[in-house]
């Protein structure tokens, strides 16, 4: 557990969410997107979206439609000195497709997509984040024991009444993005303390 990430849902959080979106050209990044995953990176903090994309057992585009999606974006960051490190997606819906919801643990807010990314990357979930615009986000991000912050882009500030009184919530990505660099201890730009063991036993 030696890396710390943020995970950060897809749609309303950092591209504008149109429904369903798997084309290049209904992709709009929300300003300060690209931004705040250049920040991120350059903190320190492996990138990782995790994307419920139920339109997938609704049968509106397929794995390979994301997928290539998802590269060109990454080509896109690039060219700003910034990437994302892993998408995990949840392609299921409760009422489509072969595996409903019951059976399915990665639909947020269930935390399946940061379990496994968490298994994959060696990530300590107690010192990362999450960012997302719905409920459910937050929901996945607290049972995975990750601090979570709603945005109030797309759903947010529709979603935010579901949220208790003590959820983070800050306007958008780039907020969300200063606030974990204001509250990340140690400090994304300096190295990790030695904590040497004080107790008496062995
Ligand atoms: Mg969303
Ligand atoms: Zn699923």
Sequence with gaps: MTNR????????????????????????????????????????????????????????????????????????????????DGFYHCPHHPEFGEVRECECECRKPMPGMIDKASQDFDIDLGRSWLVGDKASDIQAGLAAGVKSILVLTGYGNKERALLGDDAICVTDILAACNYIMAHAYPKPDKPEPNVAYSGTGK
């Design 5 to 84: 990430a943020v995970f950060l849902d897809r749609d309303g959080t950092l591209n504008v969410d149109k429904g369903y979106v798997h084309r290049i050209e209904d992709w709009e990044w929300i300003p300060g997107a690209i931004d705040a995953i250049t920040m991120l990176k350059k903190a320190g903090f492996l990138v990782i979206v995790i994307t419920n994309q139920a339109g997938i057992a609704r049968g509106y585009y397929d794995e390979a439609d994301m997928t290539h999606l998802h590269a060109i974006i990454n080509m896109e960051l690039q060219k700003h000195g910034a990437t994302i």
